[in-house]
């Protein structure tokens, strides 16, 4: 796929998997593998993206529903692994990855004519990292499983025209639903994971001009709906421009184009 300004799609989000392809130019890759590797052949094929064309995937941090299948894709498609030392260290089921491309927080590395930037989040994982990609003006923020919007996060995240953001859960239904309790102290904790309400408060604080599109990343099957999720981040919109979209966990979701 070419295109001359970025392209997202979502292959998958939720507890049960996540990746997200990006496009820009000639350079396709996914942020995140967190399902096997034939199911997420399958997605690609489903919105008529050509596995073999894939440059590269970058991992943001180590657990399963992130790095799934990215070891199976990266030996079957002889794709480069971007990943922190930390991370890879952590990973037990990525298997021998032949091109290891180490990256740090806070370091920015240029793939193509793409720059990413990576940048520390809070998240009960070894080095988890948010990211921003950047081409000419075109700028796509990425933050998801992280418990607190950091100062760091805000700075990082600012000025974005995609912003694809976690919304994890409704508190109330976190609380009076069936998790036990030390799994609902963890997903409301400081490395857990943000609410509807963290999302929207953070989308008013990010609402420019330059921001043309929000994808709720990472809902809770067990303790969010689309439709609160939607409600809630869009009382933050003011009936602006900014189209709000839902990324799932069964099926891709729709392109959005730069």
């Given at each position: ?17 996540n990746s997200l ?162 799994l609902k102290q ?37 303790n969010n709906c ?33």
């Open positions: 796929m070419k295109n001359n300004s970025f392209s997202v799609c979502p292959l998958a989000s939720g507890s049960k998997g392809f990006v496009s820009c130019n000639n350079t396709s890759i996914l942020i995140d593998a967190g399902l096997s590797g034939i199911e997420i052949e399958r997605r690609l094929n489903t919105v008529n993206i050509n596995p073999e064309n894939l440059c590269a995937i970058i991992i943001t941090h180590e657990h399963s529903d992130h790095v799934k299948g990215a070891g199976i894709l990266s030996r079957r498609f002889k794709l480069p692994v971007y990943i922190t030392k930390k991370t890879y260290q952590a990973c037990s089921n990525l298997g021998k990855i032949k091109d290891l491309c180490f990256f740090e927080c806070g370091t920015p590395f240029e793939m193509d004519q793409i720059l990413v930037t990576p940048f520390s989040i809070s998240h009960d994982a070894k080095d988890p990292v948010g990211l921003t990609l950047e081409y000419k003006n075109h700028k796509i923020g990425i933050a998801t499983d992280l418990g607190i919007v950091t100062n760091l996060v805000r700075e990082h995240l600012k000025n974005s025209n995609i912003l694809y953001l976690e919304s994890n859960h409704d508190p109330e239904m976190l609380i009076n639903g069936p998790y036990p309790w030390y963890r997903i409301k904790g400081r490395t857990g994971h943000l609410s509807n309400m963290d999302a929207g408060k953070l989308v008013s604080e990010l609402k420019t001009d330059h921001l043309k599109h929000v994808i709720l990343a990472h809902l809770s099957e067990e689309p439709e609160k999720a939607v409600l809630e981040v869009s009382k933050n919109l003011n009936a602006s421009n900014i189209s709000l979209h839902v990324a799932g966990p069964h099926q891709p979701g729709k392109f959005i184009k730069l």
